[in-house]
């Protein structure tokens, strides 16, 4: 499934009185609606309709979505640099990275100019 898609899950359930169907994100037991639309990396995860009528187990079935293609989530800069001050003729690391699908590609500038570009891995 691709960011931005828009999911549409059936739970449908028989019963007498008709049952309640409620759908649950289980990572964090939040109810959610359907359609359900994702939006990023956040949205991936194992969810649960619960068919329910009062009388007896309600009925429960997990679907898990999976997020395929999303922008970069988890961005995270460092560098190696004491208080951010550079010496001239001295070198100095920076590490850029970042969960995503494609992977994410990086452009280091100085002012205007562009340095270099890299993909991640």
Not at 21 to 40: A, F, H, K, Q
Not at 72 to 85: A, E, I, R
Request: net charge negative.
């Amino acid at each position: 499934m691709k960011e931005k898609s828009k999911v549409i899950l059936n739970c449908t359930a028989d019963g007498n009185p008709t049952p309640n169907i409620t759908w649950t994100r289980l990572s964090d037991n939040s109810v959610v609606t359907y359609p359900l639309t994702i939006t990023g990396k956040q949205d991936e995860g194992v969810y649960e309709c619960t068919a329910d009528n009062g009388i007896g187990t309600p009925a429960t079935a997990v679907f898990s979505i999976a997020v395929e293609n999303y922008h970069p989530v988890q961005t995270n800069v460092m560098t190696d640099l004491s208080g951010n001050t550079v010496t001239a003729n001295t070198y100095f690391n920076i590490i850029c990275s970042a969960q995503a699908n494609p992977p994410a590609k990086y452009r280091f500038y100085r002012e205007q100019e562009s340095l270099f570009n890299t993909s991640g891995r």
